[in-house]
């Protein structure tokens, strides 16, 4: 995996570093992670977490009254009796702003690393564009120097075909001068 972003030697940058859209893809995963619930499938951060125990409603209760302890405040409670409570937590805010500060870290690396694969994309397109266009132009020239050569060769055959109707049409010299002679 690439970890370092160089340009100007194998890469040339024709996306330039954008503030703006930087900071879109921020407040993009941002606003993701406010909305986000962590679960046991969904593992990415979140401010929220689903807390669920299968226990009798007093145990689950008292479990979930230490997790408010903590910092985490109650925004969802659902009971199915007998035995599955369900709450979401929203993380307590000290916790919410470091993940924040990550999630900030995470989409800068994720806008480094995207905007050097599509400047990578762009320099190979262009690179394939550039010896193409000379490929081109080499076939070109070399497609004209060959119709040049075919209409010298052409050229040349007529000259001789010609040449050689003259000369066998052509009267015999002998059979002219006595012709005059007579």
Do not use: C
Request: without cysteine.
């Amino acid at each position: 995996m690439i970890t370092e972003y160089q340009y100007g030697v194998n890469v040339v940058e024709f996306y330039p570093h954008s503030d703006q859209d930087l900071q879109k893809l921020i407040v993009a995963k941002q606003d993701t992670y406010n909305r986000g619930t962590e679960t046991l499938h969904y593992k990415d951060k979140a401010a929220h977490v689903h807390w669920q125990r299968s226990k009798p409603l007093e145990p689950a209760v008292m479990e979930l009254f230490e997790e408010m302890a903590k910092g985490y405040t109650l925004v969802k409670l659902a009971f199915n009796p007998p035995l599955d409570v369900f709450a979401v937590l929203r993380k307590p805010e000290k916790t919410i702003k470091t993940e924040l500060v990550e999630v900030a870290k995470s989409a800068r690396k994720e806008y480094d690393l995207s905007r050097f694969e599509l400047n990578l994309a762009e320099t190979k397109r262009q690179v394939k564009f550039s010896v193409d266009q000379v490929k081109r132009a080499e076939d070109a020239a070399a497609a004209e120097a060959a119709a040049k050569a075919a209409a010298a060769l052409k050229q040349d055959q007529e000259a001789a075909a010609l040449a050689d109707l003259l000369k066998a049409y052509a009267a015999p010299v002998e059979a002219t001068v006595e012709g005059k002679a007579a």
